[in-house]
Structures are given as C-alpha cells and as structure tokens.
C-alpha cells in the first residue's frame, strides 16, 4: 500500500523547480554539444535528447501522482500534440497506481457521509480491486444483496489541480525551448487549460453520476450495458454504481476467444464510438481499455465516466465534409473541401492559400491520413491488419507545427477516443462493417 500523494503547495512546487531546473540545464547542455556535432548526427542527438526531457517531466509527475498523472496519460494520447519520444515516456502514467490503506479509505468517508463504508453496506472489501492516478474502486454489497462497485477518490486531489496545471504549463514551456516540434506557447497553455476544465469535472463524483444516468436513458445501441449510479451511496468524492460482471481487455484474450467472439465485440466497440458520435452527440472519452469490460452474455460494460465531451453539430459537419473529400480520388476541388473543413475546425487559418495548403501541408500530413482512414476505404476491415501510427518525420512534423493554428475544442475528445477505439480493436484482432462512417446509420446489426 502507498501513502497519499504530496499535497502540498510547497512540496509540489519544489518538485517541479527541481524539474524545471533539470530541464534547464540539461537544454543548454544540449544545446552546447549541438553546435560542435555533424548534421548526420544531430537528428539523433534531438530524439535522444526528447526522451530525456520526457523522462525529467515524467518524473516529476510520477512524483506527484494524482492530477499529474493524469495529465501525463492525458498528453500522452494526444498524438499530434507532443513529440513522440516525449510522449512515450508520459505513456507510462498509464500503468502507474497509488492504492490508498485502509484509514486514508475510512478517512474520505467520515468525511463525505461521517460513517464508515462497513456502516453504509451490509458487506465492503477493504482492498480496491482496481486503482488508477485519482482513485481507487472496492467491491461492495448492500442490504439486498446486490454487488456494486465503490469508487473513491484519493484525499487532496482536487485542491491540487490548479496549481499542478500551473507547473506542468511551465515545464511544457520549457521543454519547448529545448526543440523545435513542440507547440507555440498559445496552443500549450489552451490544450492545459481544456485538461484543467475536464479534470475538475471528472473529479466531481456527482457530475459521474449525472453522465451514468444520461448515457442510461439515451444509448439505444443493443449490447452497451451502462452501470446505474447509486444517489444515497454516492457524494462529490464516493461514486457507488451498480457492479458488472466481465473482463477486462487483456484477461478476455487470455481465455482465446474465438474470431467470431472478437469480430462481436469488436464490431460493438466501434458501434458505440460512433453512436456515440453521431447518434448521441455525446462521447465517452476516456477510451483506456480498463473502462471496457466484455461481458459472458455478449454484452459490452462501459465504464468510468468520468470524463465525456458533447461533439457539437459543425464540428461533426466538418469532420464529415474532410472525410468524404478525402476518400474521393485527390484533386483541386476535394483539397478545396478538405481546406474548408480544416479552418472550419480550427485547425489551420483563413490565411493559408489553397496553392500552400496542397504543395505544403498535404505532403505532411498524408502519412497521418491514409492511417486514420485506412480501415474505412472498404465495407469491411480486418484490424489485424491495422497499419500502425506514423512517426511523421521530423520535417513534415516542423510543417505542420509552424501552419497548425489551433483546434476545435471537440477535437483533442474526438482524437484520443479514435486513437484508443484503433488501437482496442487491433489488439482485438476483428473484422468489423466499417465504411464512411459519417455517411451511413451505425447499427450492430449491419453485419
């Protein structure tokens, strides 16, 4: 068992200065050593150099745990956002847990109900039997014997956000200055701020519960099972829920599934992303596999929804409009409809000629697009086939951080839930119905 995480103002802020100060300093050495290097060799001296500020950042956040850690899976996933040595090393918050002991347990109770958790269920498992960066889940039971899950967050958490978004501003910022593939300072501080505004929402407990009871009433998707969320048992730090029985990713393909069991659950996985795109307007987008359980009765469990983002209507249009260009044959007029659709999102300016934007950006982002729409240029795809995602090399990348203007706050929610939904159903190995998603009705029962 560990303690909990430093709350601290003043520990954490000697944390990441000690960061800050290793990165600093391990920028200018850098920066020394370029300057007496062949060109053959500076390449491979900067990608060093990036894993390096990515295990100093990675460090530091694992040192901190809680919102930090958060962070740095949420940084990790935005594929298109930070160079990839650096988001390697943030991969690992993806593994990391701090289970909470028994008394700090006892402690979150007395404070959110003043009893404790073996006075409020008629049976309560002291261990969590899962734990990730913001809290931990036990098994419970309530006087009628039915199973429920218990989530609870760990103490301090949410009084850290603020000033951890603060810090991990300063310590991007920095690394920043140590390459020339990171964002501008405007992009940085506008993707922390988005992760600051979810992270407070997916730290209230009782907004969970709201989104349990509305995904409830609204997914019409046969196969989605969603847990009801428990008022009574349940605060803005406790989140009790009804308890599904499953498995999660990786112990469901240790039993061998059969091909037609991976092609079912496979083909409901992608169903409920783009139901949820399309038909809800609403995305769960925390797409970690431990929040997917694959139920004995064929069904689907989604769990953990603390984080969701309503996809607005013109963000969908213009999605829509840049996909159906795309698979058509490449000319003037479909880049012209790709264009409009980029500055519609936000992606790049007005001011970005359509002679620029197909002789500069298209050439860089291509590798990336032919990966995105790869599944969906047939009616049918095999994701054991999945191709996987571009490295794009170092001067397309420099292209498209200099053209890159912003990003529709739909965006990185859509992004990181496709990236996870890709790399889910290639783990899967299935065969899905796939086709132009933005163009047909998603049905299970298209196969």
Known sequence: MSKAPATSKLKRSAISGLALAHAGITHIGHRARQLTRDDSDKDAARDQHEAELGRILFRALNQLKGTALKVSQLLSMEADFLPAGIRRE???GCYQVTPLNRALVHKVFSREFGLAPEQMFAQFEPHSFAAASLGQVH?????????VAVKVQYPGIASSIG???????GLLQTLAM??????????IDRMMHEIEHKLTEELDYEHEAEQLRWFGAHVSLPGIVIP??????????????????????EPWLATNPTQTQRDHFGQLLYDWFWHSVRQLGRLHADPH?????????????????????????????????AWTALFDTPSEDNYAQVRAAYIAIGVISPELS???????????????????LEPFRSQHFDFSNKSAYPSPERSNSKTM?????GFHEDLPYFDRAFLGLMHMLKKIAATVVTGNPWTKQISNQEK
């Open 90 to 92: 943030l991969a690992k």
């Open 139 to 147: 098994r419970a039971s309530l006087a009628d014997g039915s199973k």
């Open 163 to 169: 000033s951890d978004i603060r810090m991990l501003q």
């Open 178 to 187: 140590g390459t020339d593939l990171m964002p501008r300072k405007e992009l």
């Open 228 to 249: 009801q969320a428990l008022g009574e048992q349940s605060s803005r730090r406790v989140l009790t829920m009804q308890h599904l029985e499953g498995l999660h990713l």
């Open 289 to 321: 596999p431990g929040n997917f359980l694959f139920m004995p009765d064929g069904q689907l469990g989604v769990l953990d929804f603390g984080c969701t983002k309503t996809i607005s209507q013109d963000f969908c249009e213009a999605m829509a409009q």
């Open 354 to 372: 359509l002679a620029d934007f197909i002789e500069t950006l298209i050439p860089a982002i291509t590798p990336l697009i032919n990966w995105q």
């Open 401 to 405: 951080m200099n053209i890159a203007a």
